[in-house]
């Protein structure tokens, strides 16, 4: 088998499963549905501070759920098989692990890649006609910083899919690397203002408390420029694929 008959078949199997598509339809329901919630407060949080607004960054609040989501779809991209014990067969049908894990995360990533982008475009289209209906100021594409602001969202999902893909071949379970992944992405974040003064530093570069600064229009001067802290993640989802790709060479099924 090739390298593209290897990615076809992953395909295949990817699209078979019910779950990758009752994971993609909840991540466009859940975040199109935030979307639409997180603008009844818009009127009130312009109002309190006018200067802070970033319409671009409230309409693509929806990501804190949908790094979530698509993080479980990475998973279950390695994990289904593991669980089902057809990973022995798929390894029968691809003896070289180094390509057939590669597959899984070329598909993992193809998928990603539109699912985050059509996720981003769409909050922000919806987001600002809401806004505008309410009448508080709204943001266009061609303003500075929106579009990368957008991009980067979906470039950020990308990036947590295949963290999570990572996890996935380390961990062997999908509970145990959805758990890792939350604590990775919600409990360390959340847990920052509990450490001393003198880790602060630290969490500016946080893979994900920092690449996060990539859906906003205003910088935040606490955070190193938004597009160096998502290649900081994108370094460290490197360095988590490279250890999945060792143990998933080295040990048995």
């Known amino acids: 088998m090739t390298f593209t008959h290897t990615v076809r078949a992953e395909w295949v199997k990817l699209r078979s499963l019910r779950s990758t598509w009752l994971t993609l339809g909840c991540l466009f329901a859940v975040g199109l549905g935030i979307t639409a919630l997180a603008m009844n407060a818009a009127p009130d949080a312009y109002a309190e501070d006018p200067a802070a607004w970033d319409p671009t960054a409230r309409s693509l609040t929806s990501y804190i759920v949908a790094q979530l989501i698509i993080g479980v779809l990475g998973i279950l991209v390695v994990t289904s098989e593991f669980a089902t014990g057809l990973m022995r067969t798929s390894l029968l049908a691809t003896p070289r692990r180094h390509r057939l894990l590669a597959a899984k995360v070329v598909v993992a990533a193809a998928v990603a890649v539109l699912a985050g982008q059509v996720l981003m475009f769409a909050a922000f289209l919806i987001g600002q006609a809401v806004l505008g209906a309410k009448g508080v100021p709204t943001a266009a594409l061609g303003d500075p910083g929106v ?87 994108g370094a460290g989802v490197a360095a988590v694929l490279a250890a999945a790709f060792v143990v998933f060479r080295r040990r048995d099924v």
Do not use: C, S
């Open 147 to 233: 579009l990368p602001a957008v991009a980067g969202g979906g470039l950020y999902l990308t990036a947590i899919a295949l963290l999570a893909a990572g996890l996935g071949t380390i961990v062997r379970a999908t509970a145990g690397a959805l758990a890792i992944l939350v604590g990775i992405v919600f409990l360390v974040p959340a847990l920052a203002g509990l450490f001393p003064a003198w880790l602060e530093g630290m969490f500016a570069f946080w893979p994900t408390l920092g690449a996060a600064q990539v859906f906003k229009t205003l910088p935040d001067p606490a955070f190193p420029h938004p597009w160096l802290n998502l290649a900081g993640l």
